[in-house]
């Protein structure tokens, strides 16, 4: 089994800023369309939202990249190309899976700028749209599947959340830390994720400096226990139970 951090929405280059936390709730902006999209930030209740944290750049009609996807009965999807896409192949990514979206954020009492994990999907199928996207896709407006990213675009999908609780318990940053210093898990230790190989990186007293580019770290757990504890803990927290 695997658990991919993955992150995703606004940040100072994609968007120009951080999510919000509204109503104790954390609201992560998807990114501004790069192209293919029949959505705009108006269409999901996220105008003024957008326009806040963009400081007037985007607004209610402007396009956006609507990925993830969070549809009814708890579904997930989520479309991956490219490089993102040829790293979570490589480590063997796909059904059981668990990916945990996390991203920018702003506290909307401290204003203080950390990252947390805001959503999840547990993979039950992957949907490659390499011969094109099936119409129940299309229908959906799913990005990825109105248009071609790339040759190994593909669409995973499965039971999902988002709009988390802004708990302590899903913050991955640091008191008063750097956004990229995270408290981590004692089961997640030096080579146990991807991209983080280096050993600067593993501090002492159970801190991690997470690297400031990249879309999908995966945290291959096999069979152990501690981490799939650890793991319905955060999924718990997700759901506000």
């Given at each position: 089994?695997?658990?991919i ?18 109503d ?10 790069g ?12 105008g ?88 129940w ?102 759901k506000?139970?």
């Amino acid at each position: 089994m695997r658990i991919i951090f993955s992150r995703k929405g606004f940040d100072s280059a994609a968007g120009g800023g951080a999510s919000p936390i509204v109503d104790g709730r954390a609201c992560s902006l998807p990114i501004p369309s790069g192209g293919y999209s029949n959505t705009n930030y108006g269409d999901l209740g996220l105008g003024e939202a957008a326009a806040k944290a963009s400081r007037g750049k985007l607004g209610a009609s402007d396009m956006c990249h609507h990925d993830p996807m969070f549809v009814e009965d708890d579904v997930c999807l989520f479309g991956q190309v490219g490089a993102a896409q040829t790293h979570l192949e490589r480590q063997g990514v796909g059904e059981g899976d668990v990916f945990l979206f996390f991203g920018l954020f702003r506290d909307e009492y401290t204003a203080e700028l950390h990252h947390r994990i805001f959503g999840y999907m547990l993979v039950e199928t992957t949907v490659p749209l390499v011969y094109g996207a099936p119409e129940w896709l299309t229908d959906l407006d799913h990005p990825h599947a109105l248009g071609m990213h790339g040759k190994n675009d593909v669409i995973y999908i499965g039971e999902g959340r988002n709009n988390a609780p802004a708990s302590d318990a899903l913050r991955l940053t640091v008191p008063k830390g750097p956004p990229s210093l995270w408290n981590r898990p004692a089961w997640l230790k030096r080579g146990g994720l991807s991209y983080h190989d280096r050993g600067s990186r593993w501090i002492r007293g159970g801190r991690l400096q997470s690297v400031a580019r990249g879309q999908e770290f995966v945290a291959d757990i096999g069979r152990r226990q501690e981490p799939r504890a650890w793991l319905e803990m955060i999924l718990r927290a997700i759901k506000g139970l």
